[in-house]
């Protein structure tokens, strides 16, 4: 007896609390036109602030009728890392925790340790003086 006292008093306050929660928009509804439209335009140009936020360009430049874009203008945007052995030709890529390893003229990546098995990933180093300028094909940022 008791225990269906308790829970028909907790429907009962069930019940109030969720028509509480469902007045306060028919009350901001009620306010106005002019406050609902000042929302929806504020939240239109938050919403424009974050995608612009998370949109960046990469420049890709065109190696032989592949694009590429620089390793260095990648890791300015993800803030990443990298450290070219000119000896052996290789780059060591850390980006978000993830490390990549390249080796030029090689269709090979390795990725955390693991190679993952493709021919549209390798690296180009294009030497200009005493410079390397390092690419990338856009293949790597492509999502499977």
């Not at 203008?73 to 000896?87: A, C, H, M, W």
Request: charged share 30%; glycine share 2%.
């Amino acid at each position: 007896m008791w225990k269906s006292i308790i829970m028909l008093s907790f429907c009962c306050i069930l019940l109030v609390a969720c028509q509480t929660t469902n007045d306060e928009p028919e009350r901001s509804a009620n306010n106005g036109d002019e406050l609902e439209h000042q929302e929806n335009t504020d939240n239109s140009a938050s919403n424009e602030r974050e995608e612009d936020d998370t949109l960046q360009q990469l420049s890709v430049e065109w190696i032989n009728d592949q694009a590429y874009f620089a390793v260095e203008d990648l890791l300015e945007i993800v803030e990443g890392d990298y450290e070219f052995d000119e000896i052996h030709r290789t780059v060591n890529i850390e980006i978000n925790n993830d490390y990549y390893y390249l080796i030029d003229g090689v269709p090979v990546l390795e990725r955390n340790g693991q190679y993952v098995a493709t021919d549209d990933i390798h690296v180009r180093i294009v030497e200009d003086e005493d410079e390397y300028n390092i690419y990338l094909p856009i293949a790597l940022l492509k999502k499977d």
